[in-house]
């Protein structure tokens, strides 16, 4: 027996006495091998302690038990919870993921696309960069058989599922609670990394307002991706008068940005002024409320992967492309 040196195929065949082929049909239970030398085989391969990986099991066969998961940056939690649901739902079903970050790189997105086609996943959920250019690969993968589920937003040209949110509800519903509350001199954090994703925030934004008749002044709202520049946009806010009776973020970083900065001038939230975060964050609750968001990002990401393993386990005729649009409901609960 090799002590030191990787056991491989090789080694498992020469133990057991028989071809490298055969040892290959009883490691993926393919093709026609006796009771009496399938236990030889595993006999040897337990001798030998021989655990062959998914990764190689699966590279023998025309497609793998394996999906791919592309997101732009895993270290936000928002993407942690979309891979975590998706992840659950995977395993559930027997199937195992691999994780790439695309950085918002359209090249890193491509070359993450095609290294996970070197594993012959079987199928791939993604969150595209913003206006990627990525969609003739994406339809070359989907002419093959393999499915693809674009998460978050669509990607331009892919004929691909899509299962995204529309966050106007959501916004519209927060600015109306801030309004029931007598706040009228708002202020708006939005990250603008997407423009849709911008644009559905504004769009619920001026719905609320309009309903009060109120205006919204193009300086009242930052739209940026820099936390330096959403850090000066609040300290220059808050030293006008009259000050603002509140901000609402629809970013997390921002959240905790504007909180931070409000606390360098001693601000007494929410007695001096209020704060506002669209997304579940627990920093928030000493300020006597607590947001819930429908559906949330583990919804959608377990709402994806279904998606995908229709299209994976689909043996009948396919489906037509399907284009799915969640609107966002916000529920707010006053803590006291």
């Given at each position: ?76 939690g ?15 079903n ?31 959920l ?117 000050k ?8 997390s970083?921002f ?15 929410p ?66």
């Open positions: 027996m090799k002590s030191k040196m990787k056991i491989n195929i090789k080694d498992v065949a020469n133990a057991a006495g028989v071809a490298q082929s055969t040892v290959s049909r009883v490691m993926n239970n393919s093709g026609y091998v006796s009771h009496k030398t399938q236990q030889k085989v595993l006999k040897a391969m337990k001798e030998l302690g021989y655990s062959p990986s998914a990764l190689a099991v699966s590279f023998s066969k025309s497609q793998s038990r394996i999906i791919g998961f592309i997101v732009p940056d895993i270290s936000v928002y993407f942690g919870k979309l891979l975590f649901a998706a992840d659950e739902l995977a395993s559930q027997n199937y195992r993921m691999i994780l790439c970050n695309s950085n918002e790189n359209a090249e890193k997105e491509r070359s993450a696309i095609l290294n996970l086609l070197s594993y012959k996943v079987g199928g791939i993604i969150v595209p960069v913003e206006n990627s250019p990525n969609a003739d690969l994406i339809n070359q993968i989907l002419s093959t058989g393999t499915p693809v589920v674009c998460l978050d937003k669509k990607m331009p040209g892919a004929q691909c599922d899509s299962i995204y949110i529309d966050n106007q509800n959501g916004a519209q519903e927060l600015t109306q609670f801030a309004l029931s509350k007598g706040y009228q001199n708002l202020r708006f954090l939005i990250y603008d990394d997407h423009p849709l994703v911008t644009a559905s925030y504004i769009s619920g934004v001026k719905k609320a307002l309009n309903e009060h008749g109120l205006p919204l002044p193009e300086e009242h709202i930052f739209k940026g991706t820099q936390i330096d520049a959403c850090s000066e946009f609040v300290r220059k806010q808050y030293s006008a008068a009259p603002p009776s509140a901000f609402i973020s629809f970013s970083d959240t905790v940005v504007c909180y931070r900065t409000l606390m360098t001038y001693n601000a007494d939230i007695r001096d002024i209020d704060l506002l975060g669209y997304d579940e964050m627990k920093i928030l609750t000493p300020f006597g409320y607590a947001i819930s968001h429908s559906p949330n990002p583990s919804e959608m990401g377990a709402l994806a992967m279904n998606m995908l393993l229709n299209r994976m386990e689909r043996t009948e005729s396919p489906l037509p492309v399907q284009h799915v649009l969640l609107p966002t409901s916000v529920k707010i609960e006053e803590l006291f």
